[in-house]
T-cell receptor, first 117, second 114 residues
Framework: DAGITQSPRHKVTETGTPVTLRCHQT?????MYWYRQDPGHGLRLIHY???????DKGEVSDGYSVSRSKTEDFLLTLESATSSQTSVYFC????????????????FGPGTRLTVL | GDSVTQMEGPVTLSEEAFLTINCTYT??????LFWYVQYPGEGLQLLLK?????DKGSNKGFEATYRKETTSFHLEKGSVQVSDSAVYFC?????????????FGKGTKLSVIP
């Protein structure tokens, strides 16, 4: 499972409150990703990171920010949660493929179910 | 941009039936193709992959062949089991710029009944 944990696993919050989700990995992978999963949409990339302090936007980045101060932790923050951000959030890492970082298989964490009331 | 289209579900089959889940794609480069499976309450797991045309990925009795001429990567299994009940996602990773990202289809839910 590539040693990926996510916390919390479940969270209920109110509109307008800040929320931070944590992804932790134990295998020193350089590339990490945050996705959201919604019925009828599959998985959509929010942000990804290619190293400490190196991040980039994905397909659905509006309303989200990320930080990576250590290799093992990738944080996703909703500055002011809205009901449209109710979703299941998955963190992933990608392993090295043929000596190339970020181009190997992606392994996913167990997910965080977030409900914004 | 890149996109993945897979058959809508849900799909309900009897145990030992033949399974096909269709997947077609559009990509600007030469993509690698993947099938992921998600069991209830869990994250996604890689089921199989193919990285070039005519490659066949296989795992746990599932197979998919990379067909460049039809831009397809259909998932098949000859005899499904109740334990195969899950959501299946087709995905691609394009070559070139942005190749660190995966593009997913919307998922197909499979239910296998005894």
């Amino acid at each position: 499972d590539a040693g990926i944990t996510q916390s919390p696993r479940h969270k209920v919050t109110e509109t307008g409150t800040p929320v931070t989700l944590r992804c932790h990995q134990t295998e020193n992978h350089r590339y990490m990703y945050w996705y959201r999963q919604d019925p009828g949409h599959g998985l959509r990339l929010i942000h990804y990171s290619y190293g400490v302090k190196d991040t980039d936007k994905g397909e659905v980045s509006d309303g989200y920010s990320v930080s990576r101060s250590k290799t093992e932790d990738f944080l996703l923050t909703l500055e002011s949660a809205t009901s449209s951000q109710t979703s299941v959030y998955f963190c992933a890492i990608s392993v090295v493929d043929g000596g190339r970082e970020g181009l190997g298989e992606q392994f996913f964490g167990p997910g965080t179910r977030l409900t914004v009331l | 941009g890149d996109s993945v289209t897979q058959m809508e579900g849900p799909v309900t089959l009897s145990e030992e039936a033949f399974l096909t889940i269709n997947c077609t794609y559009t990509a600007t480069g030469y993509p690698s193709l993947f099938w992921y499976v998600q069991y209830p309450g869990e994250g996604l797991q890689l089921l199989l992959k193919a990285t070039k045309a005519d490659d066949k990925g296989s795992n746990k009795g599932f197979e998919a062949t990379y067909r460049k001429e039809t831009t397809s990567f259909h998932l098949e299994k000859g005899s499904v089991q109740v334990s195969d009940s899950a959501v299946y996602f087709c995905a691609l990773r394009d070559s070139g710029a942005g190749s660190y990202q995966l593009t997913f289809g919307k998922g197909t839910k499979l239910s296998v009944i005894p």
